[in-house]
């Protein structure tokens, strides 16, 4: 891990999260069928950038309360806020909400966002609820299972974990990349070489993509360019 910077991790999200599953799965083969989020996601605000940060961990419920005295809850809760902005940063929580309907309690509103986002946190992927749509800290990257009216008894479980959600399975630190589309787990010797890669696809692509939109298109310019595109390296 020491060796991958903050600005690594920068230099990713000048690419879609499809583009960096598409460098995977020239980098990682065995990595194509899994590893990524694999149900639709609400995004709090669609237009933002994508992110790329280390994970933190943690499970939620909201359709019950919990078991746990008072005082121990509001201990639980510094933990968790101590665990998430502790270093490496910059990170991403990945939330797994473990009720059996999950969303049934949101997590994430006004407060939270706002909490987060002056701890510098870049945003959230969770299958839980969010709410305060309009009222959330702009620029906090958050990916929800859906959107809800009430926090209902949703409390932290437990912290530092490994989590799924929606098909993405992380650990504390596990470096992951998210936007719009959903979230993939990057594993870190790949980092480095997803630059190099995301070139090759593009210029791959770009043969492809420049035939079909010049007049005249047809199945044997299409068989032509694609081989064109297979012939770069």
């Known amino acids: 891990m ?37 149900e639709p996601l609400v995004a709090l605000d669609p237009d933002l950038p994508p992110i790329c940060g280390y994970a933190r961990t943690a499970t939620i419920r909201a359709a019950e ?8 809850m509001g201990a639980k809760r510094a933990a968790y806020y101590k ?13 797994q909400d473990i009720d059996p309907r999950p969303g049934v309690g949101a997590f994430w ?3 939270q966002t706002n909490i987060h986002k002056g ?22 990257n958050l990916l929800g299972g859906e ?3 009430s926090h209902a008894y949703v409390h932290v479980v437990d912290i530092d974990c490994q989590v799924t959600v929606y098909g ?28 190099a890669v995301v070139d090759l696809i593009s210029r791959r692509e770009a043969k492809i993509l420049d035939a079909a939109k010049a007049p005249g298109f047809n199945v044997d310019k299409l068989i032509e360019a694609m081989g064109q595109a297979r012939d770069i390296h």
């Open 2 to 38: 020491s060796d991958i910077t903050a600005d690594d991790l920068k230099v990713l999200t000048q690419w879609d999260t499809p583009t960096i599953c598409n460098a995977l799965e020239e980098i990682v083969p065995e990595r194509r069928g899994h590893g990524f989020t694999t």
């Open 147 to 149: 959107v809800g009216p």
């Open 119 to 140: 701890l510098g946190l870049l945003g959230c992927v969770t299958n839980g609820s969010f709410r305060d749509v309009t009222d959330s800290a702009r620029g906090f």
């Open 83 to 95: 665990y998430v902005a502790q270093t490496p940063m910059p990170a991403i929580v990945v939330l």
């Open 109 to 111: 509103g006004e407060v």
């Open 168 to 195: 993405l399975t992380v650990s504390t630190n596990d470096i992951v990349h998210a936007d719009r589309h959903g979230a993939v787990m990057v594993p870190k010797h790949a980092v480095k070489q997803i630059p």
């Open 65 to 72: 309360p919990p078991n746990e005295t008072p005082t121990e």
